[in-house]
């Protein structure tokens, strides 16, 4: 038996991420307490490459939690990706909210002024004040009871700015009582004023100056200084200095280019807190870029290449794949680890890599599904409507769509169906005929309207970048992942792939090429000289069998 038989394992039914596990779908964190208990809480994904990115960022942490070293609060933190909050953050949260109850309470005297202008209705002291007793007793009578209405506003203030409020729990409750005493003291201070108590109000004032907090200044963690591990970045320059003499310009910038990756994927840590699944994740993140050489990737940042559409033509190969794998275990490996012993185990140690075929994922059927109901709802102004829909029911590339121009819709003679004309494109088999499906017809007829022949069908589209995220905010509110179920990514690209793979179960496959613009397959060889063109009639079965709805 081969070792290439003997290598390759059947497929796991059961791929779950360690510690997790699926009802209904969507992936769950589950692992027993050391009281014998169960943790589990959803990771509000269905998507298995996205668990595993939850699961390679939160893992480490569940054997703190089974220790008792860390509490279950900390780790549903680390799961809504927040980070820890510090007193001096909470100090932060807390200076806001308090400062803007004393600028309202420095403005009460202004509140005869601003009836006199008319800005507000006629004010009538004396009930005014004893609206406003009651609503400082209400504030007091609420933290008495245990009911206080600050704790839940400041714990979503904080979750809001990405901060974990279960960090500190003590403290923010601690946080929260004074934020109701500052807003009992605010209504009080309205009483005093109206009530004419001058002395009163003005202590009020005075009280709420006093109780605002100075945020502490907190040292940086001095990693640098306390730790012998250097930090990515600094690693790589030492990596550099000795071995980039030798380095031709050309490789230089090639290689300093392959970090840069890294270290947008990673960051700057402390290399011995880089992983096996960190590096499982960047080199994802690599075999879905583009070639940057070409415009207009070579002017795009990586985020913008990481988020962007690409096409299968234009990613990276798989040899350069293989290349930034290399310097990664280079400097992991050799360098860091055998030459610098700065790392026991390098995280490039025991990956095996291989690149899949360079294509982009499909989407289901009911995602496609909830995709075009969403488009059909918005309205027709909306440039995402009738652009997006066309991609979807003619399996065109969306670059032969954005330039279309009002003479390339046109009627067939025989059927008398409209169909569009693609009249260049990247390949020799670009021009040809896409029958329009009915459900679009009368959409794509209205983009017309007002235009001459030369005018550009869409004319309102943005940039190609805006289209891009455009398209990911449509999936998002869809329920689409970026990645699917077999990790290959999604963007408006791929709607050409599901176009394709939904014709293909029932169109021929000869046909389906035509409407798509693919190269003929076929193996009648010299006789395929004498095959025709097919007509409209004979293409409209690969569109009218979609049924997005």
């Not at 599901?498 to 409407?515: C, D, E, G, H, W």
């Amino acid at each position: 038996m081969s070792n290439k038989t003997v290598n390759k394992k059947p497929k796991n039914v059961n791929n779950n991420p360690k510690f997790t596990t699926q009802r209904g779908g969507i992936y769950y964190i589950n692992f027993r307490l050391s009281s014998g208990k169960f943790f589990r809480q959803s990771l509000a994904t269905d998507s298995l490459k996205t668990a595993e990115g939850i699961m390679s960022r939160v893992g480490p942490y569940v054997s703190l939690v089974q220790a008792g070293r860390m509490t279950e609060d900390d780790l549903r933190g680390k799961l809504k990706g927040l980070k820890a909050l510090t007193k001096n953050d909470l100090d932060t949260f807390l200076l806001r909210f308090l400062e803007a109850d004393l600028r309202e309470v420095e403005r009460i005297p202004q509140l005869g002024a601003v009836m006199r202008k008319g800005e507000v209705g006629e004010l009538n002291a004396s009930s005014n004040a004893k609206e406003a007793k009651g609503y400082s007793d209400s504030v007091i009578d609420d933290m008495v009871s245990g009911h206080p209405f600050a704790e839940g506003l400041l714990k979503h203030g904080i979750e809001k700015e990405g901060f974990d409020p279960d960090s500190l729990p003590g403290e923010v409750t601690a946080a929260a009582a004074q934020m109701n005493m500052s807003r009992a003291q605010l209504y009080g201070a309205y009483h005093a004023f109206l009530s004419r108590d001058l002395k009163g109000f003005n202590q009020i004032v005075n009280d709420l100056k006093a109780a605002l907090p100075t945020p502490s200044v907190e040292k940086e963690q001095p990693v640098n200084e306390t730790s012998s591990v250097p930090l990515l970045l600094d690693a790589w320059e030492m990596y550099v200095a000795e071995k980039g003499s030798k380095w031709q310009k050309s490789i230089r910038r090639e290689n300093q280019n392959f970090f840069d990756v890294l270290l947008h994927v990673l960051g700057n840590v402390p290399v011995d807190t880089v992983t096996k699944q960190n590096m499982r994740e960047v080199i994802q993140v690599v075999s879905g870029l583009p070639t940057r050489k070409a415009h207009p990737y070579k002017s795009m940042t990586i985020q913008q290449c990481i988020d962007g559409d690409i096409p299968e033509d234009d990613l990276i190969s798989s040899a350069t794949c293989h290349k930034h794998f290399k310097v990664y275990r280079s400097f992991f490996k050799v360098f860091l680890k055998d030459q610098k012993d700065i790392l026991i185990t390098a995280p490039t140690e025991g990956i095996k890599v291989e690149f899949q075929e360079r294509r982009g994922g499909s989407f289901s059927d009911p995602e496609m599904k909830r995709i075009v109901a969403y488009l059909e709802g918005l309205s027709d102004d909306d440039w995402r409507k009738s652009f997006f829909l066309t991609l979807a029911y003619t399996g065109a590339r969306s670059g032969e769509i954005s330039t279309l121009r009002a003479k390339h819709i046109r009627t067939d003679e025989e059927t008398g169906r409209k169909y569009i004309f693609i009249e260049d494109g990247k390949t020799e088999h670009a021009q040809r005929q896409i029958p329009i499906h009915n459900d679009i017809e009368t959409l794509l007829i209205r983009q017309l309207e007002n235009k001459t022949p030369e005018g550009k069908l869409f004319h309102r589209l943005p940039s190609a970048n805006a289209v891009t995220h455009a398209w990911i905010e449509v999936m998002r509110s869809c329920g689409a992942p970026d990645y699917n179920e077999r990790g290959l990514k999604r963007r408006v690209h791929s709607i050409r792939h599901t176009f394709i793979s939904k014709a293909i179960r029932y169109a021929q496959p000869a046909l389906l090429q035509m409407v798509v613009g693919h190269s003929l397959s076929s193996s009648l060889g010299i006789t395929a000289r004498y095959t025709h063109t097919p007509s409209l009639n004979e293409l409209l079965p690969v569109v009218d069998g979609l049924d997005w709805r």
